[in-house]
């Protein structure tokens, strides 16, 4: 496994996330209380968020730049899938999202409001 998921506002048909860098470090802060959020940093404005898992520890990134989520396919998937899918279902509930894996290029529809195994499960199955 080595390759990223990326999750955006579906702009295909015209949506846009509309919160901030300091909206999306406070409710990942509120999430996940013991995750390291970093302020935006670099030219693409990331923030990156880290997160102990079980086994190890995982990244998610933000770049506000784009703006686009993304997180590496691993082991333990379920810790930065559900930190995504959360952050949106409270930061952008009725905004179409899709996500795409880099190894394949496709972009499929995103639910929010989804449940993160359902979520995880719609990843693994592509």
Known sequence: MSGRYYVSADQGRGAHWAFT?????????EIRP???VSAPFGPQ????????????????LYH?????????????IVVPAAMVLHLLQR??????AVWFADFEGVP?????????????????AE
């Open 21 to 29: 860098a300091d909206d999306l470090i406070r409710t990942a802060t």
């Open 34 to 36: 013991d995750a390291d």
């Open 45 to 60: 404005g990331t923030i990156e968020i880290r997160l102990r898992g079980e086994q190890r520890s995982h990244s998610v």
């Open 64 to 76: 506000c730049a784009e703006p686009v989520l993304v997180f590496r396919e691993q082991d333990e």
């Open 91 to 96: 930061l952008a509930p009725e905004v179409g």
């Open 108 to 124: 499929h529809p995103l639910q929010v409001n989804s449940s993160v195994d359902d979520f995880v499960d719609d990843l693994l």
